[in-house]
């Protein structure tokens, strides 16, 4: 079992910043992905941003060079940096851990404001 906890959510105005961490605890194994997904109301829940234990990183093109993911492997950590953010990033934000099984976070609001 992995347990997540997602935190920095909250409320911003257009061309604002905010930080999105998530601690992973439990049974972690060395090789296996975090990242964000993002459910507006009404919609769909979509891939924000994903990185590999590797190093490697996946970005949805509606959030590339404004948004920057990243981790610290050592504190099962994940970390996601939005810069100019938009009304349109307004969602629930959720972590997702994907190693030997699939768990989610309980979600955080980001509110970008106009």
């Known amino acids: 079992q992995v347990q997540l906890v997602e935190s920095g959510g909250g409320l911003v105005q257009a061309g604002g910043s905010l930080r999105l961490s998530c601690v992973a605890s439990?049974?972690?194994?060395?090789?296996?992905?975090m990242g964000w997904y993002r459910q507006a109301p009404g919609k769909q829940r979509d891939l924000v941003a994903t990185?590999?234990?590797?190093?490697?990183?996946n970005y949805a093109d509606s959030v590339k060079g404004r948004f920057t993911i990243s981790r610290d492997n050592a504190k099962n950590t994940v970390y996601l940096q939005m810069n100019s953010l938009k009304p349109e990033d307004t969602a629930v934000y959720y972590c997702?851990?994907?190693?030997?099984?699939?768990?989610w976070g309980q979600g955080t609001q980001v509110t970008v404001s106009s």
């Open positions: 990185m590999t234990s590797g190093g490697s990183t």
């Open positions: 439990g049974t972690i194994f060395s090789i296996n992905a």
């Open positions: 997702r851990y994907a190693g030997r099984g699939n768990y």
